[in-house]
Antibody
Framework: EVQLVESGGALVQPGESLRLSCAASGFNFGKYWMSWGRQVPGKGLEWVANIKEDGSDYYYLDSVKGRFTISRDNNRHLLFLQMNNLRPEDTAIYYC????????WGQGTLVSVSS | DVVMTQSPLYLPVTLGQPASISCRSSQGLVYGDGNTYLNWFHQRPGQSPRRLIYKISYRDSGVPDRFSGSGSGTDFTLRISGVEAEDVGVYYCMQGTHWPFTFGPGTRVDIK
């Protein structure tokens, strides 16, 4: 069974940094593109970033380019999202998902950016 | 960016009756490999989204066959042949062809 478990969400102040992790199990992690998406509580879904199987290619939402970095550790079956210079508009539940087209999702981790 | 629109945004349905949700993209979604990466997701209150349909019409594993997807070009449809109580929630379409990938605004389905 595919399992994705996010962690690292917290309440931070604008300009601060946070690193989200996603622990994957139940599938051959290194053979899949992985993704991050987010959702403001009570609102719609937004794609944030994708990373290729071997980490050699990645894509970002324009509003996070230069601030967020997606990475992965295939040996430890971990996906990461390093988030720097956080803004209040980054406040959301962040989901880890398998594949570019989100075929399995984690339960999400809440990031709140507020002074 | 590709803009995804959905209609209706709110859909009250009677148990056992069919339901249909429309999704339109601002440009065609055929990728270079010939596939159209149009997905449908369902999110129940308090839960993570779940993918139901990928590449327009392929059902994900475990998805009941009352769900079906169709369409081409820029117009796509999700149909539920007979709505059950567990089908309430919000349905989103998403295009995974052109970066940045984009979601529709969501259609809330409730039981009348």
């Amino acid at each position: 069974e595919v399992q994705l478990v996010e962690s690292g969400g917290a309440l931070v102040q604008p300009g601060e940094s946070l690193r989200l992790s996603c622990a994957a199990s139940g599938f051959n992690f290194g053979k899949y593109w992985m993704s991050w998406g987010r959702q403001v509580p009570g609102k719609g879904l937004e794609w944030v970033a994708n990373i290729k199987e071997d980490g050699s290619d990645y894509y970002y939402l324009d509003s996070v380019k230069g601030r967020f970095t997606i990475s992965r550790d295939n040996n430890r079956h971990l996906l990461f999202l390093q988030m720097n210079n956080l803004r209040p508009e980054d406040t959301a539940i962040y989901y880890c998902a398998r594949r570019k087209n989100f075929d399995s999702w984690g339960q999400g981790t809440l990031v709140s950016v507020s002074s | 960016d590709v803009v995804m629109t959905q209609s209706p945004l709110y859909l009250p349905v009677t148990l056992g009756q069919p339901a249909s949700i429309s999704c339109r993209s601002s440009q065609g979604l055929v990728y270079g490999d010939g596939n159209t990466y149009l997905n449908w997701f369902h999110q129940r209150p308090g839960q993570s989204p779940r993918r139901l349909i990928y590449k327009i019409s392929y059902r994900d594993s475990g998805v009941p066959d009352r769900f079906s997807g169709s369409g081409s070009g820029t117009d796509f449809t999700l149909r539920i042949s007979g709505v059950e109580a567990e089908d309430v929630g919000v349905y989103y379409c998403m295009q995974g062809t052109h970066w940045p990938f984009t979601f529709g605004p969501g259609t809330r389905v409730d039981i009348k």
